[in-house]
Nanobody
Framework: QLRLVESGGDLVQPGGSLRLSCTAS????????IYWFRQAPGKEREGVSC????????NYADSVKGRFAISRDGAKNTMYLQLSSLKPEDTAVYYC????????????????????RGQGTQVTVSS
């Protein structure tokens, strides 16, 4: 059974950076698309980014394009989300999720029908 655990969330000043990790156990991520989404209090869930674990083209929400970058470590069964030029409106709980997709070569960040998701990690952007 696939289990996902996020880490790396923290309090950071505007303009700062963080790297979030999504580490999987129980199953190899080779046939999965990994999604990152965020949930802020009183706001709708927002899909942030996605990419097939094999490294196919990543996609990003317009709100984070050019500031966030998704990547993978094949040896560690781990996906990352690099957050840069952070703004107060990026404050949220960030989650990773996975969808089994052995034949897919693209993804849409707002997809929501996950096979598994983590418990989330808090990112707070404030001075």
């Amino acid at each position: 059974q696939l289990r996902l655990v996020e880490s790396g969330g923290d309090l950071v000043q505007p303009g700062g950076s963080l790297r979030l990790s999504c580490t999987a156990s129980g199953v190899s991520l080779d046939d999965y698309i990994i999604y990152w989404f965020r949930q802020a209090p009183g706001k709708e869930r927002e899909g942030v980014s996605c990419m097939h674990y094999r490294g196919y083209k990543a996609n990003y929400a317009d709100s984070v394009k050019g500031r966030f970058a998704i990547s993978r470590d094949g040896a560690k069964n781990t996906m990352y989300l690099q957050l840069s030029s952070l703004k107060p409106e990026d404050t949220a709980v960030y989650y990773c999720a996975a969808v089994w997709s052995p034949y897919a070569d693209s993804c849409t960040p707002n997809y929501r029908h996950y096979d598994s998701r983590g418990q989330g990690t808090q990112v707070t952007v404030s001075s």
